[in-house]
């Protein structure tokens, strides 16, 4: 890592507000903001189209060759491109979300995705949210944030995002899938969701989003 570039992991549970805090943060400073569970959803999402099985390693492997992935980054909104194909709202539906967390456990599909974060942040300033930024992707983080928050909480604030999006859900099971990738991201063997050892921690069941950017600001 180039010494005098910045790095901001910031780990935790899905739908903590991870990806709210992230942006907030990377606008406040002048940082790049790459959200890594986006590239997962991507690939899951090609792994939909294309019928790819996480446990026929030939077909993973020649997916993994043809996935290429893009982020297009202007001032306050990023998208994320599959193929060329501007994917940004696709991956937030159910069906994604679904299948991601089976995906993402797939050792060949981290390798990859580490690898293509890695180089996303070579000699630039940024904040990279997701599972295992600070502890395997960039381990010599400047700043480490683990996210935590009641998942009764995460559930309803995650309930609400999509029922304004317009997706036809139940909170019970938005709860039943943060449940899921919760118990999937903290026990697959690559990478799972841990705290590393340097990380802060910050729960923000009752903490808004000033208060989170500003709890963040003061630890830099
Ligand atoms: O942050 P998110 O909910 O959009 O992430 C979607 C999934 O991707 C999540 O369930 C686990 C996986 N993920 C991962 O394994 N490693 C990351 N660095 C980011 C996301």
Redesign the pocket.
């Known amino acids: 890592m180039d010494p005098t570039n910045k790095i901001i992991a910031i780990?935790g549970y899905?739908?903590c507000g991870?990806?709210t805090l992230a942006k907030a943060l990377a606008g406040k400073l002048h940082y790049l903001y790459i959200?890594?569970?986006?590239?997962?959803?991507a690939v899951?999402l090609y792994f939909i189209r294309h019928v790819v099985p996480v446990n026929d390693d030939r077909k993973v492997m020649a997916a993994l060759e043809d996935i290429h992935i893009d982020f297009h980054i202007e001032p306050g909104v990023t998208r994320i491109s599959l193929n060329g194909e501007d994917v940004s709202d696709e991956?937030?539906q159910m069906h994604?979300?679904d299948y991601?967390?089976e995906?993402?456990?797939v050792k060949a599909v981290?390798e990859a995705?580490?690898a293509q974060?890695q180089r996303m942040g070579r000699n630039k300033n940024i904040v990279?949210?997701?599972?295992?930024?600070g502890t395997?992707?960039f381990p010599d983080a400047h700043l480490k944030i683990f996210m935590t928050a009641d998942p009764k909480v995460r559930a309803e604030r995650r309930y609400l995002e999509l029922k304004a999006k317009g997706e036809d859900t139940t909170l019970e099971e938005v709860f039943e899938n943060l449940a899921h990738?919760?118990y999937?991201?903290t026990t697959?063997a690559e990478?799972p969701?841990v705290r590393a050892e340097d990380a802060i921690v910050l729960d923000n069941t009752d903490l808004n989003e000033v208060e989170q950017l500003q709890f963040v600001l003061d630890r830099l």
């Open positions: 780990d899905s739908s991870k990806s959200d890594s569970g986006a590239m997962y959803r899951t991956i937030r994604v979300s991601v967390s995906v993402s456990a981290r995705m580490v974060q990279m949210d997701g599972r295992d930024i395997t992707v990738r919760d999937i991201d697959r990478s969701l």
